[in-house]
């Protein structure tokens, strides 16, 4: 039976993951009036937006030097001041109509919040690895129920006219002391000295040869999320015929799918294992996406987005697990490098898309994402094949 302190580590961080999620959420979910307060067009405010993505991506490394030096417990925590501070940045920026201030705090938020994702992932992990069974799945469904919470409060608190700054400020307070609470409940980690352990037993193409077929993994469910936010609607649309204010129930329809994934995804990695797990939600994914583009439909296309809503639910965490497990890296340094080749990715995911649409269409540029899981499985069944052979 785990220690009790194996098990207030595992609540504490699903605490941390909700805790995660709930805290930019609140803000986005009034996003309608920011944009409404800074009074910038569709355009404008489009590139302002991605300031937190692009804060993420620019993080870089930073994310493994700041947790071999802090330590995950106040990593997180002290991550979570930081992220709440610039999110309270965001709102002054726009309750003062200053829309490059605005772009500065969502942009110094994606810098936390690299450094508290990474953290709470490596602290899942440990816990995971504490209880000799795959947990990190549910933990991901965590995130989504706190992104809930934090959606829903954000709306409330709009429909009944709390001032931004006033709903920020509040939000961004408790969503700190939930995470201090969390934090104090970490698995301890080794000391500084021992965390800086060089990574030496692998050369740099044997790291790659990794972390490549990892984060292509990663970014082949998080294309599907991609799609679901900022295409499905679209989709319906303008492909289905579905009425402007019926079209939102695709992106529902994928969350939905993708939450239940994560609830089972822990029973079915132990079951059949990692390996084979990712090879079906791939070929899930693929089906999936290629559904949704070509569906004659909106039923069999909401069939489609969630099937490939169950199929994303677990590669985001499984890639995470074997990328902290890569012999030869730092602490941390794995998952830092795919969580970063996640986020860099997404600042071109939308465009390309859009892109794509442009110049022929929708059905056609969801296709071509498709490829992203075709190369990713091609990985898979080459190491299968690799492993079997050895």
Sequence with gaps: MPSYSLRRARVSAMLAFATNG????????????????????????????????????????????????FGTPRTTAWGTVWVALAVLLAATGVVTGHAWLFFVGLFCAGLGDACVDVGQNSQGLRVQEGYGRSL??????????????????????????VPLL??????????????????????????????????????????????????????????????????????????????????????????????????????????????????????????????????????????AFALAGLGCAVTVPIAFARADAVPGLPPHSGVTWVSWAMRAATICLSPLTGGLSAAFSLPLAMSVLSLIA???????????????TS
């Design 22 to 69: 709930a805290l930019p959420a609140s803000f986005l979910a009034r996003y309608a009036e920011v944009k409404e307060q800074l009074g910038v067009g569709d355009g404008l405010f489009g590139l302002l937006v991605v300031g937190m993505t692009i804060g993420g991506a620019a993080a870089f490394h930073l994310p493994a030097v700041v947790l071999r030096r």
């Design 136 to 161: 990190l799945n549910f933990m991901h469904a965590g995130w989504s129920i706190g992104a809930a919470v934090g959606g829903a409060v954000g709306t409330v608190l709009a429909i009944i006219d």
């Design 166 to 303: 006033a709903h920020v400020a509040l939000w961004g307070g408790l969503c700190v002391v939930a995470m201090f609470v969390a934090a104090s409940g970490f698995i301890p980690e080794a000391g500084p000295a021992a965390e800086e352990a060089p990574a030496s037993g692998l050369s740099r193409r044997a790291i790659v040869k990794f972390l490549v077929p990892l984060a292509l993994v990663a970014l082949a469910g998080i294309t599907v999320e991609d799609l679901g936010n900022n295409w499905s609607a679209v989709l319906l649309a303008t492909e289905r015929d579905v009425p402007i204010a019926s079209a939102g129930i695709a992106l529902s329809v994928m969350l939905g799918a993708q939450f239940i994934g994560r609830l089972l995804g822990d029973r079915v990695v132990d079951r059949i294992g990692d390996s084979a797990a990712l090879r079906i939600s791939l070929v899930m994914i693929l089906v999936g996406v290629l559904g949704a583009a070509w569906a004659p439909n909106m039923a069999l296309t909401l069939v």
């Design 374 to 388: 075709v190369v990713a499985l091609i990985f898979q069944l080459r190491e299968r094949r690799a492993s079997a």
